[in-house]
């Protein structure tokens, strides 16, 4: 009898980077799915997706320094990582490189993908 896939988590990012502690509840909660039999699919919406910014100064996102646990999601579960392609291409316009790999979609896209997942999470 072979393993059951995992069922599909849609994480629905909205959260302002860098907005009272809303981007490390974010981070906490994406990081718990993880940990559980899920395959995540995590879609930043807006500047949610400035929580990704590779920096070295976390202070400002009220994260402790050097902490990189976006970095590490890829090491917990299987996810796949969306945002808006115009934020994505803001970030590359801005030369803001992100920590993890990102797939720009458009908004109905974006949309139609976490329809298609099991269950939806709005963090």
Do not use: I
């Amino acid at each position: 009898m072979g393993s059951m896939p995992a069922a599909r988590l849609g994480l629905v990012v909205r959260g302002h980077s860098w907005h009272l502690r809303a981007a490390r509840t974010d981070l906490d909660f994406v990081l718990a799915a993880a940990a559980m039999d899920f395959s995540l699919e995590v879609y930043f919406l807006g500047p949610a997706l400035l929580q990704l910014v590779d920096e070295r100064d976390s202070k400002a996102a009220l994260l402790p320094a050097g902490y990189r646990a976006w970095a590490a999601l890829p090491e917990l579960a299987e996810a796949v990582v969306y945002a808006e392609r115009e934020w994505l291409e803001y970030c590359d316009r801005s030369a803001v490189r992100l920590l993890l790999p990102v797939q720009g979609l458009s908004a109905e896209a974006l949309r139609a993908g976490w329809r298609q997942c099991r269950h939806v999470l709005v963090v």
